[in-house]
C-alpha cells in the first residue's frame, strides 16, 4: 500500500484533474485493489468530478455538504479539533463509495469528500499545535495520517492505494497531506511561474536552498526536529501540455527540461529524496536514466479533457461523439482521446 500526495505551489496545474483520471484508471487497471481519494483542497474539484462533474456532482457534493452528520473531510477536520491529541479512531465513517453516486467510476474507487469548510477551520486546525503537549505539531501533523489508518482498519487493511489532492497553497492542509504521503507526485504546465512552483515544492519540503543563508520552512525544520519522513519524489508530471505546431512544441519543450533540470539537480544532491521505481529497478546512473524513471507528460484532450470532468467520465472510458454538457451539445472527437488516453494509461501503469 502506498501513499501518493499530489501538490504543487501553483494553482491551475491540473492537480484535480489528474487526481480525477489516476484514481480511475489505477481502479480499472486493479480491480482487486481498493482505490481511496482524500481530497484536502476547499475547492473540492477532485470530489466534483469523481461524483458526477459539472451539473450532477456538484448537486450530489450539496447534498453531502447538507446531510448531518457532514460526512465531508471537514467532519473529520471537526472531530479531530475536538480531539487534538488522541484519535477518536472515527476515520472510517468519513468514506464514501463514488459508485453509489457516479457509475462511470469503478466500484473500488472510494472517496473522502471535499468541504470549503476547511477554510474556516484552518486556524483552528493551526493552533492546536500549540501550546498543547510537548510534541504537538507532530500530533496535529498526523491527523491524516490517522485518518487513512482509520480507514483501511475499517477495509481489514485489504490491498489499498491512496491519493491525496492537496491545496496549491502550502497551507496547514498541504502540510498535513505531506506528512501522511509515501510518495509525492508534482504536476506541473510549461510556463515559467510552474518553474518557480516546482522551486518552491524543493525548498518547502525538502529544504533546499537556493542560496546560502536563505530561511528553511517550519515544516521542514519540524519535520527534521521529530524525525518525521518527508514524501519521496515520486514523479514530476507534465500535465496536459498543448502542443499546436512545431514552435510551439519546441518552446513547451525547453521549458518541461527546464524544470526537469531543477529536479536533476536535487536528486544529485539528495538522491535519498526520491523513491527509485519500479520495485528492483536499477538506480538511475544519468540524466537521461533519470528523466526516463521521473518525468512523465500528458498531453491535453483539448475540448476532451474538458467534457471527462465536466460529466465525471474518466478520459480511458470518454467516448468519441456528441455531449450534453450543462445543456449544450459538445463534439469529442476520436484524434483528442488519443491525444491523453495512453499518457494516463501508462502513468498509471508506472504506479505501485
Not at 476515520?91 to 457516479?102: I, P
Not at 501540455?241 to 536535487?266: C, R, Y
Request: with cysteine; glycine share 6%.
Amino acid at each position: 500500500m502506498a501513499i501518493y500526495a499530489i501538490w504543487n505551489n501553483k494553482g491551475g496545474v491540473g492537480k484535480s484533474y489528474l487526481t480525477f483520471q489516476l484514481a480511475s484508471e489505477y481502479a480499472r487497471q486493479n480491480p482487486n485493489k481498493r482505490v481511496l481519494v482524500v481530497d484536502l483542497c476547499p475547492q473540492a474539484n477532485s470530489s466534483s468530478m469523481l461524483l458526477g462533474g459539472m451539473t450532477e456532482g456538484e448537486e450530489r457534493l450539496t447534498e453531502i455538504h447538507s446531510s448531518q452528520p457532514r460526512r465531508t473531510i471537514s467532519g473529520y477536520i471537526e472531530d479531530r479539533i475536538r480531539s487534538p491529541y488522541m484519535s477518536p479512531n472515527s476515520g472510517g465513517g468519513y468514506v464514501s463509495n463514488v459508485s453509489q453516486h457516479n457509475d462511470r467510476i469503478p466500484s473500488n474507487v472510494y472517496l473522502v469528500v471535499g468541504d470549503e469548510q476547511l477554510e474556516i477551520q484552518a486556524s483552528r486546525v493551526t493552533s492546536a499545535t500549540f501550546p498543547g503537549p510537548q510534541d504537538a505539531w507532530r500530533v496535529v501533523h498526523l491527523w491524516i495520517r490517522d485518518l487513512i489508518t482509520d480507514i483501511l482498519d475499517s477495509w481489514n487493511n485489504e490491498d489499498s492505494c491512496v491519493f491525496i489532492d492537496c491545496n496549491p497553497s502550502f497551507s496547514i492542509y498541504t502540510e498535513l497531506a505531506l506528512s501522511a504521503a509515501d510518495r509525492l507526485l508534482i504536476p506541473f504546465s510549461a510556463d515559467g511561474s510552474s518553474k518557480r512552483a516546482v522551486k518552491a515544492v524543493l525548498s518547502l519540503v525538502y529544504g533546499v536552498r537556493r542560496h546560502a543563508g536563505d530561511p528553511q520552512s517550519d515544516y521542514y525544520l519540524e519535520s527534521t526536529r521529530y524525525r518525521m519522513a518527508f514524501p519521496d519524489i515520486y514523479m514530476y508530471i507534465g500535465n496536459r501540455l498543448t502542443q499546436m505546431n512545431s514552435s510551439s512544441a519546441s518552446a513547451f519543450k525547453t521549458v518541461v527540461n527546464e524544470i526537469g533540470d531543477e529536479i536533476w539537480g536535487v536528486w544529485q544532491s539528495s538522491p535519498q529524496e526520491f523513491c527509485v521505481h519500479p520495485n528492483g529497478s536499477p538506480t538511475p546512473n544519468s540524466k537521461r536514466s533519470f528523466k526516463t524513471m521521473f518525468q512523465y507528460e500528458v498531453n491535453d484532450a483539448n475540448t476532451a479533457s474538458v467534457v471527462s470532468g465536466a460529466l465525471g467520465i474518466p478520459i480511458a472510458s470518454l467516448t468519441a461523439g456528441q455531449k450534453n454538457v450543462a445543456g449544450r451539445s459538445i463534439t469529442v472527437n476520436q484524434s483528442q482521446l488519443d491525444k491523453q488516453v495512453p499518457n494516463i494509461t501508462q502513468l498509471v501503469q508506472n504506479i505501485e
